[in-house]
């Protein structure tokens, strides 16, 4: 068994998907310290259910429904210096996953997260889970990316926590890519690998349609003044905007979009800022360099509605 990998499922009252993660995720069972799962309902029923049926995965409550501050007490909580994080509608599908997330820890010191590569059922990359600044036909090509996939991957818990973990004022929607540029703030490396794979299931449950639409809007101010000097902030979320804007007026959440712009520039003032510095912006235009020209972008949203 090896101690240095923990398993843990961030679950919402989506019990049918949560037994088909468990059940992936309990193939490693001998390869790993220990699996845990995050309920942020905090259901009586779901702890009961695991304690019968699963007695060996450690059941913890969230105080409350804290979005992604639940990976945090997954990290928090873990004893090994590597964590898988899994949402519940997401199961590991390669046979050596285990054995390739700490190969990856072991030869890079400075990496800090592995992204691994999400497919639908059908066993193709997932355009709508491809966020990395690369081509999907990269999918089969290792490379450093600034983006977290924050429900398919493995962390360093040492070097997440030490960054301050995922943004809970976030609560959904872009966590991922505000830890992203903290860790290469600091030095660290995040990599997307095709050596392990996952599949996504896409569960639609309890999620209204207005949300992606409001917290994706709102955060995507907050990345931008967190992380960027004054005028590329701007820049970048004016860009944002607009991006969001067409994707919410073809959805039909116009409201959302005005609420999460409202409110993402209303809380600008409790936002901490951590600048990235001028090696690190260096750095991340360098790992956006083979980023798809905005023509390219465009199509690819019109083709698919990624949003």
């Known amino acids: ?21 468990l ?26 259910l695991l304690a019968a049926e699963y007695p060996n995965v450690r059941y913890i409550a969230a105080p409350s429904n804290a979005g992604c501050e639940g990976r945090n007490i997954g990290l928090r909580a873990a004893g090994t210096p590597i964590v898988i994080t899994l949402d519940d509608d997401v199961e590991l599908s390669s046979p050596n996953c285990i054995a390739e997330v700490e190969a990856a820890f072991s030869r890079d010191p400075q990496l ?9 059922v059908d066993g193709r990359v997932l355009e709508r889970d491809w966020c990395h600044p690369r081509p999907i036909s990269h999918a089969v090509r290792e490379f450093e990316t600034h983006f977290i996939l924050e429900g398919a991957s493995a962390l360093s818990r040492e070097k997440v926590l030490s960054v301050g973990g995922y943004p809970a004022e976030f609560f959904l929607g872009h966590e991922g890519l505000d830890l992203g540029y903290r860790l290469i703030g600091a030095g660290y490396r995040v990599v997307h690998t095709p050596r392990v794979l996952t ?24 990345v931008a ?35 999460g712009g409202v409110d993402g520039v209303r809380g600008l003032s409790r936002m901490g800022r951590r600048n990235l510095d001028a090696d690190s912006l260096k750095h991340v235009r360098e790992i ?3 980023r798809v020209p905005l023509f390219g972008r465009i199509q690819r949203h019109l083709r698919e509605k990624i949003l």
């Open 112 to 120: 800090a997260c592995l992204n691994f590569t999400v497919t639908g």
């Open 23 to 48: 059940a992936s995720a309990l193939r490693y069972a001998d390869q790993v310290a220990e699996i845990v799962v995050i309920d942020n309902a905090a259901e009586p029923e779901l702890k009961s």
């Open 288 to 290: 956006r360099s083979e």
């Open 225 to 259: 003044h967190r992380s960027f000097p004054p005028m590329m902030a701007v820049s970048r979320v004016l860009a944002h905007l607009a991006m969001m804007g067409f994707f919410s007026l073809r959805a039909g959440q116009v409201r959302a979009y005005l609420r």
């Open 1 to 21: 068994m090896s101690r240095a990998v923990t398993i843990s499922i961030l679950t919402y009252k989506r019990h049918q998907h949560l037994r088909r993660a």
């Open 199 to 222: 599949t996504h299931h896409a569960a639609i449950e309890h999620r209204p349609d207005w949300r992606v639409y409001y917290y994706y809007t709102r955060n995507g101010i907050w």
